[in-house]
């Protein structure tokens, strides 16, 4: 089992597959990128707790393992800056859930801070593949199925910094505005399908991602503890994706009030 107690997830009442409590899931499968910590893991759980049986994919291994163990559902380890990794994992997901999923949450993401001076090619590459590519590929992979079923949810992880400029965040900011610009593409391109797509746009998040760059002694960036919490970024996914079929919700940011 994942020990939460100490985890942001913790500070929420997400606990997990077994928990009680209406299961509006239950039949459902989804698909969760970026869910070996922070956010996406957090919305796995959630996402659980509301009865869908869910894949989850990251590179990492073990916390996936972990967290099948925790949550039931299917561990897709592999990178997915590498496209024949995602496809490969897309793959592995149809033939554990038995087809597309009914939902799929593209959360895995990277996030580097250097000036428009200082950024190299690499990190422009890998918040490209990462940010963008690997989301697209994840979206265009599954999108077909949905489509002839005339169902499924959507769900990107863009950020505050997809529509916001912040100093330092050059190549992540073309990212998150490279993705809202693929969504606002999707969204014309699936009217009328019965698919719906939601961008979700948080502000700073508390998660690992943080950890290289320590906010808390830099007084140009918000303490961890005035950042929203990956439960309740979860939480917002787990209100889009159990809207009323044939509502949609485009965009979602979320802020501290
Ligand atoms: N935290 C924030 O303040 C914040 C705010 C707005 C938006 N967001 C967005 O939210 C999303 C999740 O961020 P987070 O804060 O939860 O970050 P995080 O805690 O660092 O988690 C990132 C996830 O992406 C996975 N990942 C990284 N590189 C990968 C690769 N090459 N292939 C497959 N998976 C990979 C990581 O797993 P492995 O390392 O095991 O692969 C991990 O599961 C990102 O898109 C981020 O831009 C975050």
């Known amino acids: 089992m994942v020990d939460a107690t100490n985890s942001a997830e913790a500070t929420s009442s997400v606990s997990g597959a077994g928990s009680a409590g209406p299961k509006p899931l239950a039949g459902q499968s989804a698909l969760v990128t970026g869910a070996s910590r922070g956010i996406g893991a957090a919305v796995a759980r959630d996402l659980a707790r509301l009865g869908a049986r869910v894949g989850v994919a990251a590179r990492s291994e073990a916390p996936l393992r972990e967290l099948t163990a925790e949550l039931g559902g299917w561990a897709l380890p592999g990178d997915l800056t590498d496209p024949d990794g995602v496809a490969q994992m897309l793959r592995r997901f149809r033939e554990a859930a038995g087809g597309e999923p009914d939902i799929l949450v593209t959360s895995a993401g990277v996030f580097t801070i250097a000036s428009v001076e200082a950024t ?55 990212s998150k505005f490279g993705i809202r610009g693929f969504h606002e593409v999707l969204l014309e391109e699936i009217r009328g399908t019965g698919v719906r797509a939601t961008l979700l746009e948080p502000a700073a998040t508390d998660t690992p991602i943080w950890d290289p760059i320590d906010p808390d002694n830099d007084p140009h960036l918000p303490p961890r503890a005035a950042m929203l919490r990956p439960a309740e970024v979860a939480e917002a996914v787990s209100f889009v994706v159990t809207r009323p079929a044939g509502v949609q919700i485009p965009f979602l940011p979320i802020e501290r009030s």
């Open 120 to 174: 190299s090619a690499e990190e422009l590459d890998l918040n490209w593949a990462l940010n963008v590519r690997a989301s697209v590929l994840c979206v265009q992979g599954v999108l077909a199925g949905m489509k002839a079923r005339g169902s499924g949810t959507l769900v990107q992880v863009g950020s505050v910094a997809g529509r916001k400029a912040f100093p330092g965040n050059g190549a992540y900011s073309a």
